[in-house]
């Protein structure tokens, strides 16, 4: 599993409430990602990190801000949660092999947002 | 804008038989991966294909991978229940970022 955790695992949340998912990982990996799951989309990319303090935008970063203050931590803040924003999120982080990168997936965090 | 299109979205295969999943992508890369899904769990990844003609085998999955036509391919041979799961293709590009198709649910009939 790459060492990888996240938090909570299941959540339920009013719109309009902010909220944060916390992704943390235990190797040292530089590259981190947030995606989210959604039915008949696969997954897309939200935000991603090349290391501390060096975040970008994804390509469905709207309504999403992160923040990754230490190399072991990349956190997901819902500013203002709406019903669109229901979903199952990941994070994941690349990890470098011969030749290349593989990235390896966390367990997810469902969100409901009623 | 990259986009990664995956078909059959559903199969369901008999045991023993033998089946392809395509992967079409719309720009140039020359890395994929390939992942496998069950119902409420993570992602599992399956195969990483670096190169124009890469091919990777594990048991009854075979991928490959052809950079010129942009297209990856998963092939499954005599198929058995355990294989029953979502399959991802998904395309590298930039720094290490990834787009993915929209999966391949495949059923498994005894």
């Known amino acids: 599993d790459a060492g990888i955790t996240q938090s909570p695992r299941h959540k339920v949340t009013e719109t309009g409430t902010p909220v944060t998912l916390r992704c943390h990982q235990t190797?040292?990996?530089?590259?981190m990602y947030w995606y989210r799951q959604d039915p008949g989309h696969g997954l897309r990319l939200i935000h991603y990190?090349?290391?501390?303090?060096?975040?970008d935008k994804g390509e469905v970063s709207d309504g999403y801000s992160v923040s990754r203050s230490k190399t072991e931590d990349f956190l997901l803040t819902l500013e203002s949660a709406t019903s669109s924003q229901t979903s199952v999120y990941f994070c994941?982080?690349?990890?470098?092999?011969?030749?290349?990168?593989?990235?390896?997936f966390g367990p997810g965090t469902r969100l409901t947002v009623t | 804008e990259l986009k990664v299109e995956q078909n059959p979205l559903f199969l369901s295969m008999q045991e023993g038989k033998n089946y392809t999943i395509y992967c079409n992508y719309s720009?140039?890369?020359?890395?994929l991966y390939w992942y496998r899904q069950d119902p409420g769990k993570s992602l599992e990844s399956l195969f990483v294909?670096?190169?124009?003609?890469a091919v990777k085998q594990e048991g009854r999955l075979m991928a490959s991978l052809d950079t010129k036509a942009r297209l990856s391919t998963l092939h499954i041979t005599a198929a058995v229940h355990d294989l029953s799961a979502t399959y991802f293709c998904?395309?590298?590009?930039?720094?290490?970022?990834?787009?993915f198709g929209t999966g391949t649910r495949l059923t498994i009939i005894p």
């Open positions: 990190s090349y290391g501390v303090k060096d975040t």
């Open positions: 994941a982080i690349s990890s470098r092999l011969a030749g290349g990168y593989e990235q390896y």
């Open positions: 998904a395309v590298v590009w930039g720094n290490e970022k990834l787009t």
């Open positions: 190797e040292n990996h530089r590259y």
């Open positions: 294909l670096l190169s124009n003609g």
């Open positions: 720009t140039t890369s020359d890395r």
